[in-house]
């Protein structure tokens, strides 16, 4: 009896979909004329993220006209854009692994680009978005949150919000073996590379559908990322508490000495709210953090899946 090989194509592109029914047939189109010109082996993996329109539909019928080329992996419910390329990692097959947003905010045409720097020996290649068209409040937000990443993490890369991106299977390999309840995978991955670039690449307006990110999202992921990488911000907290002790019992000495020789002092009542009352939100502040962390620890301990497939279809 002869073994049938499974077929291994030298690129995977890993597409998470959630509700875009309106940009998936073009998106399709012109990411297969791109990978069909680079005369290279490829896969195309679409992770429906628990789509309510007819992305669904839209993909099952891509499939049935391709089903030498597309992958479809359907989740039984929302989980967010990262898990989506979560577990196109865990089932990818080529050499070399290509996430690309689903909205054509970013070109596939691009993708070519990201090939070349990997022929030329890289093992990473992010995009950077050169003229990032999103909102005034969105790409600056987004510039800070990339600074403090920087700063905090020591992961230099220009835009880790960039999904247009390519890994070697060693680095994703590596990223699917993390046990963290999230995952954070372009700033997990630029750890794990030995030699990393940062590429420009285009960005143009979203022209159909709308961003499938709400703010609670973008603060949840803000936080992911900052407190995913490192303990500095729980011990910046540390380092707050021991100053402002030391300030304080200052404070504390002077008053004592101040009534045993001057008196009782009963001004400056309201100052001491201000102060009682910053000193509350920094704690409260200081417990959300611990908060955030001791979180993350539970859900990994207790080994809960990232996410659930409701099927895979494929060849
Ligand atoms: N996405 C997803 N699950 C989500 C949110 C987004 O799979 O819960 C996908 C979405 O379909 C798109 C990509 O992630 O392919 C980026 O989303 P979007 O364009 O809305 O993000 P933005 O460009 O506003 O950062
Ligand atoms: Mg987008």
Redesign the pocket.
């Known amino acids: 009896m002869m073994l049938r090989k499974k077929t291994t194509p030298y690129i995977s592109v890993v597409?998470?979909?959630?509700?875009?029914e309106e940009s998936i047939n073009e998106l399709f189109d012109r990411l297969f004329g791109t990978l069909n010109s680079t005369g290279k082996s490829y896969e195309i993996i679409f992770?429906n993220?628990g789509s309510k329109d007819r992305s669904t539909q839209i993909l099952a019928d891509i499939f049935h006209k391709h089903k030498d080329v597309v992958r479809v992996i359907e989740f039984n419910n929302?989980y967010?854009?990262y898990i989506?390329i979560f577990a196109g990692f865990e089932h990818v097959r080529g050499q070399v692994i290509v996430t690309l947003?689903?909205?054509l905010?970013n070109p596939p045409e691009d993708i070519s680009k990201l090939l070349v720097k990997f022929d030329e020996g890289y093992d990473l290649v992010g995009g950077y978005r050169e003229h990032r068209q999103?909102s005034f409040y969105?790409t600056y937000v987004s510039k800070f949150v990339n600074g403090m990443r920087d700063k905090l993490t020591g992961l230099h890369m220009r835009d880790h919000?960039c999904?247009l991106r390519a890994y070697s299977r060693n680095i994703v390999d590596q990223v699917i073996k993390t046990r963290e309840a999230f995952t954070f995978i372009t700033a997990m991955a630029q750890k794990f590379s030995k030699n990393p670039i940062d590429i420009p690449v285009r960005h143009s307006k979203?022209k159909r559908g709308a961003?499938?990110?709400n703010p609670y999202?973008l603060i949840r992921i803000g936080f992911d990322l900052l407190t995913g990488f490192s303990l500095i911000p729980l011990q910046m907290f540390t380092l707050i508490g021991a100053l402002t002790s030391l300030f304080s019992g200052t404070l504390v000495v002077y008053l004592v000495i101040r009534r045993i020789f001057i008196g009782p002092e009963v001004e400056g009542v309201f100052t001491l709210f201000a102060l009682l009352f910053f000193m509350m939100s920094v704690l409260i502040t200081g417990i959300g953090l611990i908060g955030e962390y001791v979180g993350r620890a539970y859900l990994s301990l207790c080994n809960h899946p990232r996410y659930v497939i409701k099927k895979i279809i494929e060849k």
Not at 15 to 20: G, H, I, L
């Open positions: 597409v998470p979909v959630y509700n875009e992770v993220d929302n967010g854009q989506a947003d689903a909205d905010q999103d969105r919000g999904m979203r961003s499938k990110y999202k």
